[in-house]
């Protein structure tokens, strides 16, 4: 009887011990049609800190070594907070671009982005003359505990960072088309 409760204890315990270890790494995936050659399109995005000029919600861009791979930019979104993230790839002739936001100090957290870190990539591919745009991203919630404030969870956060790319990927549509 002994080893039974033994047994059962343990057994409960499983379930908490699979929640406690903290968030767990979250995608997104957003892509738009645009009709526009890639090297148009591309043409918009290449530049590290062009983002202040195709991203509605970043008011400025400036970056320590513009676009060279290891360059820190600091973006100051509309509501004057500011976001550091490093180049880690720039591919021109695949029309790539790999960049991370720099891990946010404990218990800091960007109004209505509660991401603690958040790496993405931005793609453009030809589709015979027109482009399909794709940004990628990968990130962890800010709030490492086991029971997230509904503002806070994984959910909000997928929310989040669609919001934030899909706001990215309809500007460069407009943009593009317009020339």
């Known amino acids: ?32 049609e645009i009709n ?4 148009a399109v591309w043409n918009i995005i290449s530049e590290f800190c062009s983002i202040a000029d195709w991203h509605p919600g970043i008011k400025h861009c400036t970056a320590d070594k513009g676009s060279e791979i290891g360059s820190i930019r600091t973006i100051e979104l509309e509501n004057g907070e500011k976001i550091k993230e490093k180049l880690f790839k720039l591919e021109p002739d695949k029309k790539k671009m790999l960049y991370a936001m720099e891990k946010l100090a404990q218990g800091r957290m960007i109004a209505g982005l509660p991401v603690a870190t958040l790496s993405s990539t931005i793609t453009v591919t030809d589709n015979g003359g027109t482009s399909t745009v794709q940004f990628k991203g990968a990130f962890y919630r800010s709030f490492s505990g086991p029971q997230p404030p509904p503002d806070q969870t994984d959910a909000a956060c997928i929310v989040a960072v669609t919001k934030l790319y899909k706001a990215g990927l309809e500007n460069i549509k407009v943009l593009a088309e317009a020339k």
Request: proline share 8%; charged share 20%.
């Open 1 to 32: 009887m002994k080893r039974f409760k033994l047994l059962l204890s343990s057994l409960l315990l499983i379930p908490a011990l699979a929640f406690s270890h903290g968030p767990s790494r979250q995608k997104v995936v957003e892509e738009i």
């Open 36 to 39: 526009a050659a890639p090297d």
